[in-house]
C-alpha cells in the first residue's frame, strides 16, 4: 500500500497542551509557535505552500475554550473554540446574536461548519471573513490572554492590516465578548456558491438607536462603514449615505471579483440593510 | 520523526496506531488501517470526499488531525452496511443511480447517514444544506435528492438500526 502524505505535512509538529495555562506557557517560550484551533484555515495554507510555520500548538484539549455564555449584566461570552454548528445550536446565540446565527448558516458545508471555529474566523483574519462584520457590528471585544495576563482589545482595533492584528506572538483569543444589542440585528453573505466560495461582499449590522453597519471584501480589513453610518443617523437621503460609503471603502480586483462590482454590491447591501431594519 | 501511540475506535473495533502527531484521521484511516472507502480528493476542505462520523457528526478527514479523536467514535463508509445488507442509503443510491463514476458516493452517504440520524424527515431545504459541502463532479445532485427521499422513507417505516459494536482489537500502525 502506498502512502500518500504532503511532503510540507510531514515535516509538521504539533504540542497538545494539558491547560490553557500550559497553553500560554509554550507560546511564551516559543516565537515560532501558531495556535492550531479547527485546522479549516490552517491545513489549506500548508498545502498550498502559503504558510511556513512548521511548529503548531493544538487547541482542541481546550475544552474550557468551547463554552457560550451570557454573563448577568447581559455579555453574551463566546470561547474561541465554538463552532459555527455549536452557534446554529445555541439558543444564547440565537436570542442575544441572531446575526451570528445567520452568517454561521451561510459559512461552508456541514463539516466545516463542525470544525471551524469563531477564533480561527478572527486569528485568521481574512478580510472576507464571515463573522467578522458581525462582531464589528455588534462592537465586540477580543479577550486575549497570556503567561503574563489577560488584555481585553475592541475589535475595531483587533484588525491592523491585510491578515495582521493586534494579537501578539504569546497571546491566544480566548474569548469573545459581545455587549447586549438593542435593536434589529442584519446580516448579508453576497457569493457564490456558499459551501466553498469566499464571499465576494459580506456585511452586518444593527438598527435601534444607534446604528452600526460593518463589511468585509471590500478592504485588506473587514471594516466598520462610519461615513455610511453617520450619514444613515442623520437621516440623509439614501444617495448620502452610498456616496459616504464609497469614499471610505476601498475594494480591488481579484479572481473573485472586481473592485466596481464590489463597490456597486455594497452599496446595494447599504441600502438593503436599511429597507430590512425599518 | 517522532511518533505518538494514539488509541483509535474506528467502526467499533480499537486501534493502537503509532502516527505522526500530525496525522489526520484521513490518512490514518486510509493509509495505516487499509480503510480505504474514505476518498481524498482535494485534501483541503472542498470536496467532502473524505467525510467521516466523528460521534454521529460528518466531519473532514483531511481537516481533522487524528490525535483529536481519541476517545471518540469514528465511523467510516465501512461500517454502513450491515453484514451483506446495504444501508437504505446504499441501496437508494444504486437504485435511482445517483453514482457514476463513485469517486463522491462515500462522502455524500456519510453525510446523508448523519443527516438522517439527527433529522429523519428532513426538507428538500434541510438535505441542500446538509450535501452543500460535498461536490460530485458527473452524476449532478438531482438524482441524489430522490435517493435521499428514498432511503428517508425507508428508513422511517424500518425500526431503527442499532450499528454493530466489534469488541474485536486491533493493533496496527508504525508504518509511518
Ligand atoms: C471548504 C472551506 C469553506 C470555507 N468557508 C468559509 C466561509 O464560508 N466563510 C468564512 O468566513 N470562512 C470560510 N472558511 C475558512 C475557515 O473555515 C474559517 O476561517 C474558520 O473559522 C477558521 O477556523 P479554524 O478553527 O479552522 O482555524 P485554524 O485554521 O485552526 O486557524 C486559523 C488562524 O487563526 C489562528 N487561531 C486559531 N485559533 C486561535 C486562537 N484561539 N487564538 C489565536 N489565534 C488563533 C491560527 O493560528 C491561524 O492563523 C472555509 C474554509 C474551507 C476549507
Ligand atoms: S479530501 Fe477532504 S474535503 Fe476533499
Ligand atoms: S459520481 Fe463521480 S464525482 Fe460524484
Same mark, same amino acid.
Given at each position: 500500500?502506498?502512502?500518500?502524505?504532503?511532503?510540507?505535512?510531514?515535516?509538521?509538529?504539533?504540542?497538545?497542551?494539558?491547560?490553557?495555562?500550559?497553553?500560554?506557557?509554550?507560546?511564551?517560550?516559543?516565537?515560532?509557535?501558531?495556535?492550531?484551533?479547527?485546522?479549516?484555515?490552517?491545513?489549506?495554507?500548508?498545502?498550498?505552500?502559503?504558510?511556513?510555520?512548521?511548529?503548531?500548538?493544538?487547541?482542541?484539549?481546550?475544552?474550557?475554550?468551547?463554552?457560550?455564555?451570557?454573563?448577568?449584566?447581559?455579555?453574551?461570552?463566546?470561547?474561541?473554540?465554538?463552532?459555527?454548528?455549536?452557534?446554529?445550536?445555541?439558543?444564547?446565540?440565537?436570542?442575544?446574536?441572531?446575526?451570528?446565527?445567520?452568517?454561521?448558516?451561510?459559512?461552508?458545508?456541514?463539516?466545516?461548519?463542525?470544525?471551524?471555529?469563531?477564533?480561527?474566523?478572527?486569528?485568521?483574519?481574512?478580510?472576507?471573513?464571515?463573522?467578522?462584520?458581525?462582531?464589528?457590528?455588534?462592537?465586540?471585544?477580543?479577550?486575549?490572554?497570556?503567561?503574563?495576563?489577560?488584555?481585553?482589545?475592541?475589535?475595531?482595533?483587533?484588525?491592523?492590516?491585510?491578515?495582521?492584528?493586534?494579537?501578539?506572538?504569546?497571546?491566544?483569543?480566548?474569548?469573545?465578548?459581545?455587549?447586549?444589542?438593542?435593536? =434589529?440585528?442584519?446580516?448579508?453573505?453576497?457569493?457564490?456558491?456558499? /459551501?466553498?466560495?469566499?464571499? =465576494?461582499?459580506? /456585511?452586518?449590522?444593527?438598527?435601534?438607536?444607534?446604528?452600526?453597519?460593518?463589511?468585509?471584501?471590500?478592504?485588506?480589513?473587514?471594516?466598520?462603514?462610519? /461615513?455610511?453610518?453617520?450619514?444613515?443617523?442623520? /437621516?440623509?437621503?439614501?444617495?448620502?449615505?452610498?456616496?459616504?460609503?464609497?469614499?471610505?471603502?476601498?475594494?480591488?480586483?481579484?479572481?473573485?471579483?472586481?473592485?466596481?462590482?464590489?463597490?456597486?454590491?455594497?452599496?446595494?447591501?447599504?441600502?438593503?440593510?436599511?429597507?430590512?431594519?425599518? | 520523526?517522532?511518533?505518538?501511540?494514539?488509541?483509535?475506535?474506528?467502526?467499533?473495533?480499537?486501534?493502537? +496506531?503509532?502516527?505522526?502527531?500530525?496525522?489526520?484521521?484521513?490518512? +490514518?484511516?486510509?493509509?495505516?488501517?487499509?480503510?480505504? %472507502?474514505?476518498?481524498?480528493?482535494?485534501?483541503?476542505?472542498?470536496?467532502?470526499?473524505?467525510?467521516?462520523?466523528?460521534?454521529?457528526?460528518?466531519?473532514?478527514?483531511?481537516?481533522?488531525?487524528?490525535?483529536?479523536?481519541?476517545?471518540?467514535? +469514528?465511523?467510516?463508509?465501512?461500517?454502513?452496511?450491515?453484514?451483506?445488507?446495504?444501508?437504505?442509503?446504499?441501496?437508494?443510491?444504486?437504485?435511482?443511480?445517483?453514482?457514476?463514476?463513485?469517486? *463522491?458516493?462515500?462522502?455524500?452517504?456519510?453525510?446523508?447517514?448523519?443527516?438522517?440520524?439527527?433529522?429523519?424527515?428532513?426538507?428538500?431545504?434541510?438535505?441542500?444544506?446538509?450535501?452543500?459541502?460535498?461536490?460530485?463532479? *458527473?452524476?449532478?445532485?438531482?438524482?441524489?435528492?430522490?435517493?435521499?427521499?428514498?432511503?428517508?422513507?425507508?428508513?422511517?417505516?424500518?425500526?431503527?438500526?442499532?450499528?454493530?459494536?466489534?469488541?474485536?482489537?486491533?493493533?496496527?500502525? %508504525?508504518?509511518?
Amino acid at each position: 500500500m502506498t502512502t500518500w502524505t504532503s511532503p510540507a505535512i510531514s515535516s509538521m509538529r504539533l504540542e497538545r497542551p494539558r491547560s490553557l495555562a500550559h497553553a500560554l506557557d509554550l507560546l511564551e517560550a516559543d516565537r515560532g509557535l501558531t495556535p492550531m484551533a479547527g485546522c479549516t484555515d490552517l491545513y489549506v495554507g500548508i498545502h498550498f505552500g502559503s504558510l511556513k510555520q512548521r511548529r503548531f500548538l493544538d487547541l482542541q484539549p481546550l475544552a474550557s475554550l468551547r463554552k457560550i455564555q451570557k454573563r448577568p449584566d447581559g455579555t453574551l461570552v463566546l470561547g474561541a473554540l465554538v463552532t459555527y454548528s455549536q452557534c446554529l445550536d445555541s439558543p444564547l446565540v440565537a436570542r442575544a446574536l441572531p446575526m451570528l446565527a445567520s452568517a454561521a448558516k451561510e459559512i461552508g458545508g456541514v463539516q466545516i461548519r463542525n470544525r471551524g471555529t469563531l477564533g480561527g474566523n478572527l486569528g485568521n483574519a481574512s478580510p472576507a471573513g464571515d463573522t467578522l462584520p458581525v462582531f464589528l457590528a455588534a462592537d465586540a471585544t477580543v479577550v486575549l490572554a497570556s503567561a503574563r495576563g489577560v488584555r481585553r482589545v475592541p475589535i475595531s482595533q483587533f484588525f491592523l492590516g491585510y491578515r495582521k492584528t493586534a494579537r501578539r506572538h504569546n497571546e491566544l483569543i480566548t474569548e469573545i465578548e459581545v455587549p447586549p444589542i438593542a435593536g =434589529k440585528q442584519w446580516f448579508r453573505k453576497v457569493g457564490t456558491r456558499a /459551501a466553498n466560495a469566499i464571499s =465576494k461582499v459580506v /456585511a452586518a449590522g444593527v438598527r435601534g438607536e444607534g446604528i452600526t453597519f460593518a463589511l468585509g471584501a471590500v478592504a485588506p480589513v473587514a471594516m466598520r462603514a462610519y /461615513a455610511a453610518e453617520c450619514a444613515l443617523g442623520s /437621516a440623509l437621503p439614501l444617495s448620502e449615505a452610498h456616496r459616504a460609503l464609497r469614499s471610505e471603502i476601498t475594494p480591488i480586483d481579484d479572481l473573485r471579483s472586481t473592485a466596481a462590482y464590489r463597490a456597486r454590491t455594497a452599496c446595494a447591501l447599504l441600502t438593503q440593510f436599511w429597507s430590512e431594519t425599518r | 520523526m517522532r511518533k505518538i501511540l494514539l488509541r483509535l475506535r474506528v467502526n467499533g473495533a480499537h486501534h493502537e +496506531v503509532a502516527v505522526r502527531p500530525s496525522a489526520t484521521v484521513l490518512d +490514518v484511516v486510509r493509509d495505516t488501517l487499509h480503510l480505504t %472507502g474514505t476518498k481524498r480528493g482535494c485534501d483541503m476542505g472542498t470536496c467532502g470526499c473524505c467525510t467521516v462520523l466523528v460521534d454521529g457528526r460528518a466531519r473532514l478527514g483531511c481537516l481533522t488531525l487524528a490525535a483529536e479523536v481519541e476517545g471518540c467514535e +469514528v465511523r467510516t463508509i465501512e461500517s454502513l452496511r450491515e453484514g451483506e445488507q446495504l444501508h437504505p442509503l446504499q441501496s437508494a443510491f444504486a437504485e435511482c443511480g445517483a453514482a457514476q463514476c463513485g469517486f *463522491c458516493t462515500p462522502g455524500f452517504l456519510m453525510t446523508c447517514s448523519a443527516l438522517l440520524s439527527r433529522t429523519p424527515t428532513p426538507t428538500p431545504e434541510q438535505v441542500k444544506d446538509a450535501i452543500s459541502g460535498n461536490l460530485c463532479r *458527473c452524476t449532478g445532485y438531482t438524482k441524489m435528492y430522490e435517493a435521499i427521499d428514498r432511503a428517508a422513507a425507508q428508513m422511517r417505516t424500518e425500526p431503527a438500526r442499532e450499528p454493530e459494536l466489534s469488541s474485536r482489537e486491533a493493533v496496527s500502525g %508504525g508504518s509511518r
